[in-house]
């Protein structure tokens, strides 16, 4: 009974990492995307400024939340809002740099708040990942008092230049529905439990990164993020095997990229081809995707940093980013599937989502 049991689990296993799911959205939309963003880093590269094209490509990375329904007004008011979001945090996490007493409390405010939104907005994927990289990103970037207006406004511009591209996209290519559709926005019972559960297991993967002094703290709650975007711990398990063997991978990949020293144009054009696999495989294969999400992130974020080192081939610094970057996804895959196994445990979960339900109807009655 019990091999029986494991010969199906490893078969279930192995029809998810070998099969691919049908195609559900055009050709087209992983291109605009890819030109939408990659663009920016063109125009940076073009003009000898690759870190302030690659920041702005950070703020563009809103168009990837384009909504599946809705009429142009609808989409265009989610990805301002989502602008600011995005805006919002990159500027928080510049202000828990400058301030380290408050980077884990702003941390944490900011991990719950994408959660929260995240769930009751019903983003698609990739969700709030690249809002909450960007505010992770920050709050290790070394950028002083001085410097933050302008690298804010560089991202501002960034998710400005998005919405406009989005505003001819749905104008001109997709034509959505002319009417409004219904929101499906609304409260939940377990709603803030979950999301207490996720931000919480999300700053605890940056504490633990922070403890063992890892090099690039930040790669370890964006895994954690990611993976505990499951609602089911049997779909977080999934994900976790797509992205340890998308991002085992992905470091070979990023390596050899890295080893090429490639110009500013080059860096641009790899940013672009990266994220065209990205957008038309990753509705398909997870780990397929993943395989170039994890050179994607590298380059967004050591090239947006301005990492010096990475000019050179010679100096060896792409080994040890690299080699990180598969130690911090491990680390926070192992920290993402603890959480699940906590949210989707009765003997924390239930009595935390009846103390919920039980503050919710006292603050319903009293209004």
């Known amino acids: 009974m019990i091999k029986q049991r494991l010969k199906q689990l490893a078969k279930d296993e192995a029809d998810h990492l070998f099969t691919l799911?049908?195609?559900?959205?055009?050709?087209?939309?992983?291109?605009?995307?890819?030109?939408?963003?990659?663009?920016?880093?063109?125009?940076?590269?073009?003009?000898?400024?690759?870190?302030?094209?690659?920041?702005?490509?950070?703020?563009?990375?809103?168009?990837?939340?384009?909504?599946?329904?809705?009429?142009?007004?609808?989409?265009?008011?989610?990805?301002?809002?989502?602008?600011?979001?995005?805006?919002?945090?990159?500027?928080?996490?510049?202000?828990?740099?400058?301030?380290?007493?408050?980077?884990?409390?702003?941390?944490?405010?900011?991990?719950?708040?994408?959660?929260?939104?995240?769930?009751?907005?019903?983003?698609?994927?990739?969700?709030?990942?690249?809002?909450?990289?960007?505010?992770?990103?920050?709050?290790?970037m070394p950028v002083g008092w001085a410097e933050m207006p302008a690298k804010i406004a560089v991202v501002a511009a960034g998710s400005l230049y998005a919405w406009l591209v989005s505003l001819f996209y749905n104008l001109w290519i997709v034509r959505p529905d002319s009417e409004p559709v219904a929101t499906n926005y609304r409260y939940e019972p377990g709603l803030l439990t979950e999301s207490i559960i996720v931000s919480?297991?999300?700053?605890?993967?940056?504490?633990?990164?922070?403890?063992?002094?890892?090099?690039?703290?930040?790669?370890?709650?964006?895994?954690?993020?990611?993976?505990?975007?499951?609602?089911?711990?049997?779909?977080?398990?999934?994900?976790?095997?797509?992205?340890?063997?998308?991002t085992a991978i992905g470091v070979v990949v990023a390596w050899f990229l890295l080893s090429l020293s490639l110009s500013e144009i080059g860096v641009a054009v790899a940013i672009f081809m990266m994220f065209v696999w990205i957008e038309t495989i990753i509705t398909r294969h997870y780990a397929l995707a993943v395989i170039m999400i994890t050179p994607l992130t590298i380059f967004i974020a050591e090239y947006g940093g301005g990492n010096p080192e990475l000019s050179s081939a010679a100096s060896g610094a792409y080994q040890a980013i690299v080699q990180a970057r598969f130690l911090d996804t491990l680390l926070g895959c192992v920290i993402a599937l603890l959480g699940g196994v906590v949210m989707h445990s009765t003997w924390l979960r239930k009595p935390l989502v009846t103390l919920e339900a039980k503050l919710f109807k006292k603050y319903a009655s009293s209004n």
């Open 21 to 140: 799911k049908p195609k559900v959205r055009p050709w087209y939309v992983g291109v605009v995307a890819a030109l939408t963003i990659a663009s920016t880093i063109f125009f940076g590269a073009l003009f000898g400024e690759l870190p302030t094209g690659v920041l702005a490509s950070l703020g563009a990375m809103i168009f990837l939340n384009q909504p599946a329904s809705g009429d142009v007004r609808q989409r265009q008011k989610l990805l301002f809002l989502l602008g600011i979001v995005m805006v919002s945090s990159f500027s928080l996490g510049l202000v828990a740099h400058n301030l380290p007493i408050i980077r884990m409390p702003l941390f944490a405010f900011i991990c719950f708040s994408m959660v929260i939104m995240g769930r009751y907005l019903r983003l698609l994927p990739p969700g709030g990942m690249f809002i909450l990289m960007a505010s992770v990103i920050a709050i290790f």
């Open 200 to 246: 919480a297991f999300v700053v605890l993967a940056l504490e633990v990164a922070l403890w063992l002094d890892m090099p690039y703290p930040y790669w370890v709650p964006v895994s954690s993020y990611i993976i505990m975007q499951g609602m089911q711990l049997r779909t977080m398990w999934i994900k976790q095997l797509h992205r340890i063997l998308g």
